[in-house]
């Protein structure tokens, strides 16, 4: 399957549903949008990367918050959006060199502890944010909002798509793999791990500022919301960890089953959806994506083959190292063997 031709398939399809869909339908498919770009988001750092976390939400919520106060001063949302983004590129700047230190465990509590900082500001600074009473906006058209998230989401496909056929994407997966083996053969790991963090960093910051602009209020409870994150992290298991298809599978999947069970079971669909997924990483470990690709079935591509490719034509000069020499044939010992007279 070319990505390509099925980002185009689906900007078609998101370009007529507005056309053709009920309200209803748009409502679903914005939150469907804002999860999708969510979860790429989180897949870099934490699939291709490997730094697993729980901090995502703080840069979406510092997003939801600037993003508010802009609007709240006179901006428009769009620049607003633009604005929020960057303001969580920034922080992800100034905390990537020292949360980046830590591994494992570490940095997915570290992270999670940020997030609960920020909500804590946000409960604190009530001046600014109103606290717990949250801010208010002037409620804005859906049609615009929904074509903002289509586009960073699918922007987001493309793009790693184009990370997951890459120079930066093998070196992130050697970061993955073993970070140890990767400074050894060169690579600059601090660096990577920054950038790759940062990226993570933008489409949380922007996708923040527009669902405070879609629900035209914002609070810290639904800014910093632990189960938006959880929910970011399912769809990537779902789909398939570090794979271009994988978070977007797993986000439409969760996301129509979500739907379904809460309109059909609203005491005990979270329990449902907890059993899903459960049984999900049980029977499919690394993935739905994964899971087909292992198959060989013919409508799936193969894994990575373009990283096989680039892998293969990296010079040894690129690894840091000098490439040995051919090894010369053994030359033959000579005859000394005594002849018979």
């Given at each position: ?5 099925l980002i185009l398939a689906l900007g078609a399809a998101l370009a007529i549903l ?47 918050y600037v993003g508010a106060l802009l609007i709240g001063a006179g901006w428009h ?133 527009l669902y405070a602009t879609y629900l035209a209020f914002i609070d810290p409870a ?120």
């Open positions: 399957m070319r990505i390509p031709l507005p056309f053709v869909g009920s309200e209803y339908a748009l409502s679903f498919t914005v939150q469907l949008l804002m999860f999708t770009a969510l979860a790429y988001s989180w897949n870099i750092i934490g699939g291709y990367a490997g730094y697993t976390h729980f901090g995502q939400v703080a840069f979406f919520g510092l997003g939801a949302w769009l620049p607003a959006a633009g604005a929020a983004s960057l303001a969580a590129v920034v922080l992800a700047l100034v905390l990537g060199g020292a949360m980046l230190r830590l591994k494992g465990s570490f940095f997915a509590i570290g992270m999670y502890g940020l997030a609960r900082v920020g909500e804590n500001f946000a409960l604190g600074f009530d001046g600014i944010t109103q606290g717990g009473t949250g801010l208010y906006l002037t409620p804005a058209d859906l049609k615009p909002i929904y074509a903002a998230l289509a586009v960073i989401a699918l922007a987001l496909i493309y793009g790693t798509h184009r990370l997951d056929n890459a120079r930066f994407g093998l070196q992130l997966l050697t970061i993955r793999e073993d970070e140890t083996a990767a400074e050894a053969l060169g690579v600059r790991t601090t660096r990577l791990k920054i950038a790759a963090f940062m990226i993570s960093a933008a489409a949380p910051g922007a996708v923040g500022a639904t800014a910093f919301a632990p189960m938006t994150e959880l929910t970011t992290i399912a769809m990537v298991l779902l789909g398939g960890l570090g794979t271009v298809l994988g978070p977007l599978v797993g986000a439409v999947l969760l996301s129509v089953v979500n739907e379904l069970l809460w309109s059909r079971f609203p005491e005990l669909y979270l329990g449902l959806v907890g059993v899903i997924i459960l049984g999900a990483v049980l029977f499919m470990p690394r993935g739905i994506v994964n899971a087909v690709a292992r198959r060989r079935w013919r409508w799936s591509a193969a894994p990575r083959a373009g990283l096989r490719r680039l892998a293969d034509a990296v010079p040894a000069a690129d690894t840091g190292r000098r490439a040995l020499p051919e090894t010369a044939p053994a030359p033959r010992a000579p005859d000394v063997s005594v002849r018979s007279t």
